[in-house]
């Protein structure tokens, strides 16, 4: 038959109307297709959304969150006369300090690490302190009857089991708990505080005394500005403040800058997220292929009745592309539904987390990103069968059951589908946070698709090699494993990304609780102690001694200090990588030393003598100097206590960080401070010791010296662990949306293999076979399949965990039988559970159609 069959030749609008038309018999076999589809893209969506949420929260509520228009922040010292009419002279001024301290009940019988936040009558410039009762700030701070206000959080009265009216000391100075603090407006640009709020007016933390050459407290100036202010107003101030002070050392932000701390964190987190939905999506696209794969074997007639009559092979693509793209426009609708409510949801279930976060909203650039990775996996996944069923020759078609083993399309499809999955990697890259992390992770997936497609050649090979067996149903298992058609690759391939992903995850969440939980507190101090005076460090131990006279105690004085400059160059405008950005943010606890500290040692360069006198010197840690660029004979400027001291690198150190003991990034020769006003820490170790006894030294302490802030490490460690069990179950639910994917992918490649099986079934079933055989042969075939992956998601998996933990934590890897244990059963109740489902249905077809149409 000739091409004249169709006229004076197809069009594209003819295909679209066949496509159209052959669309009128429903979505039956796609809606695998679309469950997948629409779980990615609502993954990404959803995730870019609320964190798109988030950041315009930080940006438009930026005057709350930061308590002013600008704030200008200096560590261990207040404002200079002349630096504070300066900052008059620019608008509005509230004065705020920042400490940590302990609060304790007057018999001295229990206290509390507080973070103290000590507020003007100014406080707050923006923003609403609402507390619980509502008073003003007089009745809220203000000395009555010897005794100072105080407003606290809610979780400071449980842990005193206080009340309302009692008192508390902190240092020399007696509070009344008058409120309860309900909403604090600016505590996001405070940064994260490890102990209740306790907060006071600055009269009141005078007269405490906490303040003391050396403290470790910050001082913060916020400056509400005129109605008619723009960001060029806040760029001058900023910029005449460094002119004119250009040794202050403040920090300076302001309300378009309000949180950078969370805003990082939020879009670091929010590229994971997104990789995972990423993975999900290409998982996902497995089963685009799947179910591309099992339609066109459904269509095998159609298209070779098409080609009888003439219709050249782009006219058969094209009417089945028009199908697919309109069948992945609807997957993608109803995944960017679901992704635009996603905010909303979040912003409910986050707004006693992040207040910011309270509105929601609506953001067409992040589901127009998610709608383009949607629909570059389905073309991507979809375009080489499409091509495979248009290189089919009609006669074949009529011929044979479908598409299964015959070989690669012709390389114009593999390109096409190569440069759609190059196109896909690419727009994953160009839109990271971190684009290195971008590139591991697409690279890791790249890697994983190719190994698990090994994995299944070897699973194949192995069983067609495999000694004959006795065992009827466990020979018709492994021939079910690499017969033509077999559901090996698909099974395997399904399973084993989302298996993967979780089985890393997992690990290094496992590993983190270990460290923190298990092997860290039996290494790590039971305390520190911050804020010792340099006249009392001497007394101070002795006193540390009596209470506990089998622990060992460490000190060391430490000054706190910003890094501005390397080499003479302001650190502001260089490049620094995201692995030494860190070190950068903020002041850095710094230190002086005769000799090499503890848990350090010398990779490179040499350490100054004891009575050394010269050009200041300092001892930077190696791997922190790796990633900032540092090499020997470098200049490092720190600001310290408003002075900029340049010191040159002497010598790198590997710091034993873990081990939790006292370390520094910057050891500096001890002429560098000298006369220097600054505190000390130290550390008590006493692995024997008992809770009552680690209890009795914290009110030794506490009791002699209130001004010096108490740390018990296995309280810090608790709440540590808290929060990576929190982050662990954020990231084990996103991973769980690629796991989603892979039992969608698995239940589309197992429906898609019915028509094979209906047949080997009823043949057997013929030849003699009883449904129990069968029952068996399935179920040993699926436990088979099922082990193959989990052995390969445990390898890979663990390979991807050690690397994380090792590599970049550079904390030990441990071996955890139960996510073995766990990752086996779940392979084994999802391909088992998945296959002997729709095995069943099999096993009850009628002989006589299907022996009609061998």
């Not at 038309?21 to 995730?47: K, N, P, T």
């Not at 495979?388 to 299964?404: C, K, M, N, S, W």
């Not at 099974?491 to 496992?510: E, F, N």
């Not at 490049?575 to 002086?592: F, H, K, M, N």
Request: proline share 4%.
């Amino acid at each position: 038959m000739s091409n004249s069959s169709f006229g004076s030749g197809p069009t594209l609008k003819l295909a679209l109307r066949f496509a159209l038309r052959e669309m009128r018999g429903g979505l039956s076999g796609f809606y695998i297709f679309l469950a997948c589809i629409a779980l990615g893209v609502a993954a990404i969506g959803g995730v870019n959304s609320v964190a798109n949420s988030v950041t315009s929260g930080i940006s438009t509520q930026g005057q709350s969150i930061l308590g002013g228009d600008i704030r200008f922040q200096l560590n261990q010292r207040e404002v200079t006369a002349e630096e504070r009419a300066f900052l008059e002279s620019k608008g509005k001024l509230a004065v705020s300090a920042n400490m940590r301290s302990m609060a304790r009940l007057p018999d001295g019988s229990d206290q509390s690490l507080v973070e103290v936040k000590a507020v003007d009558g100014s406080y707050p410039l923006n923003g609403k302190l609402e507390t619980t009762p509502k008073l003003d700030h007089g009745a809220l701070f203000d000395e009555k009857e010897g005794a100072y206000g105080a407003a606290v959080a809610e979780i400071f009265l449980e842990r005193l089991h206080l009340k309302l009216g009692d008192r508390i000391l902190l240092g020399s100075a007696s509070f009344e708990v008058r409120s309860v603090i309900v909403n604090e407006p600016d505590a996001l640009s405070d940064g994260f505080g490890f102990a209740p709020r306790f907060m006071v007016s600055l009269e009141g933390l005078g007269a405490a005394g906490l303040v003391q050459p050396g403290s470790l407290v910050d001082h913060n100036y916020k400056i509400s500005l005129p109605a008619a202010f723009s960001e060029e107003t806040i760029t001058r101030i900023r910029d005449e403040a460094q002119e004119k002070f250009p040794q202050a050392g403040w920090t300076i932000r302001s309300r378009t800058n309000a949180a950078p701390s969370l805003s990082a964190n939020i879009e670091r987190f929010s590229q994971f997220l997104t990789l995972v939905g990423l993975t999900a999506l290409v998982v996902g696209g497995v089963g685009v292929a799947n179910a591309v794969r099992s339609y066109l074997d459904g269509k095998r007639g159609v298209i070779a009745t098409f080609k009888s009559l003439g219709a050249p092979g782009w006219f058969v693509i094209a009417v089945y592309l028009f199908q697919i793209v309109i069948l992945a426009i609807v997957g993608i609708l109803v995944g960017l539904i679901a992704a635009a409510a996603i905010p909303y949801l979040a912003a409910y279930a986050l707004q006693n987390v992040l207040p910011i976060a309270g509105a929601g909203g609506f953001y067409p650039g992040a589901l127009l990103w998610a709608a383009l990775f949607g629909l570059l996996t389905t073309l991507a996944f979809a375009i080489l069968p499409l091509g495979r069923a248009r290189d089919v020759p009609a006669t074949a078609l009529f011929r044979e059951q479908g598409f299964d083993q015959r070989g690669w399309p012709k390389p114009t499809y593999i390109g096409i589908a190569v440069a759609l999955m190059g196109a896909l990697c690419l727009l994953a890259i160009y839109f990271a946070y971190d684009r290195r992390i971008a590139i591991v992770f697409v690279g890791a997936v790249a890697v994983s698709f190719i190994i698990l497609r090994a994995v299944s050649s070897l699973v194949q090979w192995l069983a067609r090699r495999a000694p004959r067996v006795s065992s009827t149903a466990l020979r018709l298992a492994i021939g079910n494993i690499h017969r033509p058609g077999a559901l090996t690759p698909s099974v395997v391939l399904s399973l084993g990304l989302g298996l993967t992903l979780l089985v890393s995850l997992a690990l290094i969440d496992g590993s983190l609780r270990q460290q923190l939980a298990g092997n860290l507190p039996e290494k790590a101090p039971n305390f520190f102690f911050v804020d010792i005076q340099s006249r009392e460090i001497d007394q101070f131990k002795d006193l540390l001694q009596k209470s506990a006279p089998n622990g060992k105690i460490v000190s060391a004085p430490m000054l706190r200090g910003r890094i501005v400059a390397f080499n003479g160059t302001d650190i502001t405008k260089m490049t620094i990588s995201p692995e030494g950005a860190w070190v950068l943010r903020g002041d850095r606890g710094i230190t002086y030393a005769k000799n090499v500290p503890e848990n350090s040692t010398l990779t490179e360069g040499s350490w100054w003598p004891a009575d050394y006198t010269g050009e200041p010197l300092v001892s930077f840690s190696a791997e922190e100097g790796r990633n900032l660029g540092l090499k020997l004979g470098d200049t490092v400027t720190v600001n310290v206590l408003g002075r900029n001291m340049t010191a040159r690198i002497a010598n790198f150190r590997e710091v034993q960080w873990e081990s939790l003991a006292i370390n520094f990034v910057m050891v500096f020769s001890p002429n560098t401070f000298a006369g220097a006003p600054h505190a000390w820490l130290a550390t008590l170790s006493d692995p024997a010791a008992t809770t009552a006894q680690e209890a009795n030294v914290m009110r030794e302490v506490t009791s002699v010296y209130p001004a010096v802030t108490s740390v018990r490490v296995k309280d810090a460690i608790t709440i540590a662990n808290e929060l990576v069990g929190q982050l662990a179950v954020a990231i084990r639910a996103a991973a769980s949306v690629a796991l989603i994917a892979s039992i969608l992918v698995l239940g589309g490649a197992l429906a898609a293999g019915n028509r094979a099986r209906i047949h080997d079934a009823v043949v057997l079933k013929t030849l003699g076979a009883t449904r129990r055989t069968l029952i068996k042969a399935f179920t040993l075939e699926y436990v088979l399949l099922g082990l193959s992956t989990a052995v390969f998601a445990l390898l890979a998996g663990g390979l991807a965990a050690w690397y994380v933990i090792v590599r970049v934590m550079s904390l030990p890897a441990s071996f955890q039988p139960e996510v073995a244990v766990m990752t086996v059963a779940v392979a084994l109740i999802l391909t088992v559970g998945f296959g002997l489902a729709g095995t069943w249905r099999i096993l009850g077809q009628k002989a006589a159609p299907v022996l009609r149409n061998l």
